[in-house]
């Protein structure tokens, strides 16, 4: 019987890493309405953490790129973990709203960042090179999954215990088997590293330095394309799974109904980002990229009009199934046009501004709550978005730059 290919250890650590990670950064839309009362703080102060959370981890994006481009994969990740799991886990034991800021928005935003979809992505690139598309859509479902199983539990323990034990059993989960996990079995790259370019197979010898200086790169067309795109759906990303819950019931809607359905968006995730890597692999990025903008124009039409809660179902759905699609098209984005050499460099930067984005989306919706008693503002905002996205995607040329190596 032939030994599976030591390719799958690295994508099914990369998905058990995403699990996590993925998991716990959704749990705080589950916890937003109970922490608010508890804490005696409104939605937009806790928002605002949820702010601080992206900002830190997009400013220590590029810089955890250029540790795993420079200087070792398992490090970053797995000391990444180790910040992560502490960080969720003293949420636990958050007496004022500052305390919030520095464990969720600081400690928490650091680790996430170093064990994100973007060094797991460029992990699998490694290992994967002709199949980045589907292979890191494997990845990135791990973080799908994580939003169903680890919010659809959380959701049943908040019923009889509360949200500080939700946190606490969160954190001892990740230090107990996530990081174990990432010492044990990452590798940076495989040992053989020259010819074989077969479907799954190694991949091959690093090519010479592109002859366009990072600084082109950075200003070129094509990058400010990607940038404006990943921007957008940053902003929407995170408006839609931290208020999605809290909006669904204002609505009316129970507690563990409301739970469960950001959980089942996790589902619907993993549907999403696994079609998108099908689609990336067989067409390139923009064709899945321009679907999920198109659902989304459809979706947030109809939630501005009807409120209902089968609507309400309908809308956190099929956003669900948008909400990874382009998560794993960084790498494959940048891999097509701009090489692979600075792979790491590069995709830490667009969701650096993915990152950016999502804080101001968390904060924005949250000031029109509280400015305006209800999010109907914020919909019709992420519909002309959405209008936007779909526009500014036709406009990239998914082609390398000239002198650019992409395998």
């Known amino acids: 019987m032939r030994r599976p290919h030591y390719s799958y250890v690295i994508l099914a650590t990369g998905f058990m890493v995403l699990f996590f990670t993925g998991g716990s950064r959704y749990a705080f839309g589950l916890m937003l309405k109970p922490m608010s009362e508890d804490l005696d703080v409104s939605r937009s102060t806790l928002s605002l953490a949820v702010t601080t959370f992206m900002v830190v981890s997009a400013l220590a994006l590029p810089f955890m790129g250029r540790l795993v481009d420079q200087w070792s994969l398992k490090g970053t990740i797995g000391i990444a973990a180790v910040v992560s799991g502490i960080g969720i886990g003293l949420m636990g034991q958050v007496q004022a709203p500052w305390q919030v800021f520095v464990v969720y928005g600081v400690v928490f935003g650091i680790g996430n960042a170093g064990a994100s979809i973007s060094p797991v992505t460029v992990m699998i690139s490694r290992w994967f090179p002709s199949r980045r598309g589907i292979a890191s859509s494997g990845a990135v479902a791990g973080n799908a999954l994580g939003q169903l199983l680890i919010v659809m539990a959380l959701a049943a323990v908040l019923v009889s215990l509360d949200w500080r034990w939700s946190y606490t059993f969160l954190g001892i989960a990740n230090l107990a088997v996530l990081t174990p996990l990432v010492f044990l079995a990452v590798k940076d790259a495989p040992r053989d590293q020259s010819v074989d370019t077969r479907k799954d197979s190694t991949p091959q010898i690093t090519p010479p330095e592109s002859p366009l200086s990072l600084g082109r790169v950075l200003t070129s067309s094509q990058m400010v394309l990607l940038v404006l795109i990943y921007g957008i759906c940053g902003i929407q990303d995170f408006f839609v799974v931290t208020h999605v819950v809290a909006f669904a019931r204002d609505q009316g809607m129970g507690a563990i109904l409301a739970g469960n359905l950001l959980a089942l968006m996790g589902l619907m995730g993993l549907l999403g980002v696994l079609a998108s890597g099908l689609l990336a692999d067989a067409f390139g990025a923009v064709r899945p990229t321009v679907i999920c903008f198109i659902i ?78 209800s999010y109907e503002d914020a919909f019709k905002l992420m519909l002309i978005l959405s209008l936007a996205a779909v526009i500014l995607t036709y406009l990239i040329r998914e082609r390398a730059l000239p002198g650019v190596h992409t395998s």
């Open 296 to 373: 989304r124009i459809f979706i947030f039409a109809v939630i501005i009009f009807d409120q209902s809660n089968a609507s309400i179902m309908v809308f956190g759905l099929f956003y669900g199934f948008t909400n990874l699609i382009t998560a794993p098209l960084t790498v494959v984005f940048v891999g097509n046009i701009f090489g692979i050499t600075r792979l790491g460099t590069l995709a830490g930067i667009i969701v650096m501004v993915h990152q950016f984005s999502g804080g101001f989306g968390a904060f924005l919706g949250a000031w029109i709550f509280d400015n305006r008693g």
